[in-house]
């Protein structure tokens, strides 16, 4: 008998403690999320096309793939599965001036237009087409030079051209005025400048600052490159703490320019989206070890938008290579032409605490009795809506119906025992 209450001292002192640890992780109680991230990555073929949702509700498209019918269609078919209540972006961000990042653009910004345009300053120039851009740069009474194109010297007309079909159309559909509530309103086109360190006086910032969550513009840096691909804006979406890192078709020089500006900035992404469709011009060692933290490649995802059997044979091999070597994960190389849309979520759990999940799945630093914990407790919290105090408080009402059914068996054994 001794023995007996003895062990069911011991087990209720565990219980006890189990109640005090597990109560003091967080003295503050989320019983709601307060916000979600989402960047889809969807999969346009041989092409770029990603759309985020603000935790405020606020949305963004970069890039809108080629301009054929079956990606406009697979597009506008996700816009209306994912985001039936969407009527217009509130930003859009063509990267550069390639019609498998601007082609799709058009159709899409038709459809569901943009209160905020981002550009390259690059002119079009298809059959006599008179872009926007030149006369809003020359007019005096426009004090905003976040909407003219500009040079070395300040804002004003560059030679930068582009004369292709696509990129045309999608520069005249950017300015095209739409309704909002039955009230007109005509998009703010902005011309992508990165620049922050040597960045005009009288140039605003173009970053996008929500509550806790950011898009911070690093490139383009030079007004005039002579790779296209340069143009490409490279920006970090940051949110609770989670960065993901987006460079369009950025090769050697915008992706030097930018290690180079940023070599003392702290960067630690963990979604690394790869630069040209995971190209061997792209994604350089230099930048990848700027912008990641060796102690967790392992655990970061990479994106890898290419089409199957694309006649580029992107990813080449030596850029994947080249991931692996530095300590990330084959696994962890996803790819839309084997995975198809590849989906990010940042949210809280019942706690309040913040994780990153990718399709569904979370991505998590836990160890594995913590882990183990914390889906109990999710499971109580969604199952019988349940307070945090109310599931530690469940979960120890088990464990001492258990100890004492435990406990009362052992007696009955006992005592048969003393009887024999």
Not at 161 to 189: M, R, S
């Given at each position: 008998m001794?023995?007996?209450?003895?062990?069911?001292?011991?087990?209720?002192?565990?219980?006890?403690?189990?109640?005090?640890l597990?109560?003091?992780?967080?003295?503050?109680?989320?019983?709601?999320?307060s916000?979600?991230?989402?960047?889809?990555?969807?999969?346009?073929?041989?092409?770029?096309?990603?759309?985020?949702?603000?935790?405020?509700?606020?949305?963004?498209?970069?890039?809108?793939?080629?301009?054929?019918n079956?990606?406009?269609?697979?597009?506008?078919?996700?816009?209306?599965?994912?985001?039936?209540?969407?009527?217009?972006?509130?930003?859009?961000?063509?990267?550069?001036?390639?019609?498998?990042?601007?082609?799709?653009?058009?159709?899409?910004?038709?459809?569901?237009p943009?209160?905020?345009?981002?550009?390259?300053?690059v002119?079009?120039?298809?059959?006599?087409?008179?872009?926007?851009?030149?006369?809003?740069?020359?007019?005096?009474?426009?004090?905003?030079?976040?909407?003219?194109?500009?040079?070395?010297?300040?804002?004003?007309?560059?030679?930068?051209?582009?004369?292709?079909?696509?990129?045309?159309?999608?520069?005249?559909?950017?300015?095209?005025?739409?309704?909002?509530?039955?009230?007109?309103?005509?998009?703010?086109?902005?011309?992508?400048?990165?620049?922050?360190?040597?960045?005009?006086?009288?140039?605003?910032?173009?970053?996008?600052?929500?509550?806790?969550?950011?898009?911070?513009?690093?490139?383009?840096?030079?007004?005039?490159?002579?790779?296209?691909?340069?143009?490409?804006?490279?920006?970090?979406?940051?949110?609770?703490?989670?960065?993901?890192f987006?460079?369009?078709?950025?090769?050697?020089?915008?992706?030097?320019?930018?290690?180079?500006?940023?070599?003392?900035?702290?960067?630690?992404?963990?979604v690394?989206k790869?630069?040209?469709?995971?190209?061997?011009?792209?994604?350089?060692?230099?930048?990848?070890?700027?912008?990641?933290?060796?102690?967790?490649?392992?655990?970061?995802?990479?994106?890898?938008?290419?089409?199957?059997?694309?006649?580029?044979?992107?990813?080449?091999?030596?850029?994947?290579?080249?991931?692996?070597s530095?300590?990330?994960?084959?696994?962890?190389?996803?790819?839309?032409?084997?995975?198809?849309?590849?989906?990010?979520?940042?949210?809280?759990?019942?706690?309040?605490?913040?994780?990153?999940?990718?399709?569904?799945?979370?991505?998590?630093?836990?160890?594995?009795?913590?882990?183990?914990?914390?889906?109990?407790?999710?499971?109580?919290?969604?199952?019988?809506?349940?307070?945090?105090?109310?599931?530690?408080?469940?979960?120890?009402?088990?464990?001492?119906?258990?100890?004492?059914?435990?406990?009362?068996?052992?007696?009955?054994?006992?005592?048969?025992?003393?009887?024999?």
């Amino acid at each position: 008998m001794k023995k007996t209450k003895s062990i069911l001292s011991i087990f209720i002192a565990i219980v006890l403690s189990f109640i005090c640890l597990f109560s003091s992780f967080d003295n503050t109680v989320i019983l709601a999320q307060s916000g979600v991230l989402e960047a889809h990555f969807l999969d346009v073929g041989q092409g770029d096309c990603a759309i985020i949702s603000m935790p405020d509700g606020k949305t963004m498209i970069v890039d809108a793939g080629d301009n054929k019918n079956s990606v406009k269609d697979k597009i506008l078919d996700y816009i209306d599965t994912n985001f039936p209540k969407l009527e217009y972006f509130d930003f859009a961000i063509v990267t550069h001036t390639d019609a498998d990042h601007c082609g799709g653009m058009t159709t899409v910004l038709q459809e569901y237009p943009a209160k905020t345009v981002y550009r390259p300053n690059v002119i079009a120039t298809r059959s006599g087409f008179i872009d926007p851009v030149i006369a809003i740069s020359q007019d005096d009474a426009v004090l905003d030079d976040n909407l003219k194109l500009w040079t070395e010297t300040g804002a004003g007309v560059n030679d930068n051209q582009k004369d292709t079909l696509a990129y045309k159309n999608f520069i005249a559909q950017a300015y095209e005025p739409f309704l909002i509530d039955g009230e007109n309103h005509t998009p703010q086109v902005i011309v992508s400048d990165g620049r922050i360190k040597h960045r005009p006086k009288n140039k605003s910032s173009q970053d996008i600052i929500g509550e806790d969550y950011s898009i911070i513009f690093y490139s383009p840096l030079s007004y005039t490159y002579s790779d296209p691909n340069d143009y490409s804006n490279i920006f970090i979406l940051e949110y609770q703490g989670f960065e993901f890192f987006f460079s369009g078709d950025a090769e050697a020089q915008a992706e030097q320019e930018f290690a180079e500006e940023y070599s003392d900035y702290d960067f630690d992404i963990d979604v690394f989206k790869l630069g040209h469709h995971g190209s061997r011009t792209s994604s350089s060692q230099e930048l990848i070890e700027l912008v990641t933290k060796q102690s967790k490649r392992d655990k970061i995802r990479c994106v890898i938008s290419c089409g199957e059997g694309n006649s580029y044979k992107h990813p080449h091999q030596e850029a994947l290579d080249r991931f692996i070597s530095l300590g990330f994960l084959e696994e962890n190389l996803l790819r839309t032409d084997q995975l198809g849309d590849i989906v990010f979520e940042v949210k809280a759990d019942s706690r309040g605490n913040y994780s990153l999940y990718c399709n569904g799945q979370k991505i998590s630093d836990d160890d594995f009795w913590q882990k183990l914990f914390l889906d109990i407790q999710e499971f109580f919290v969604s199952f019988y809506n349940e307070t945090p105090q109310g599931v530690y408080l469940s979960i120890a009402i088990i464990i001492i119906f258990i100890i004492i059914a435990t406990a009362l068996i052992i007696k009955s054994r006992q005592n048969k025992n003393t009887k024999k």
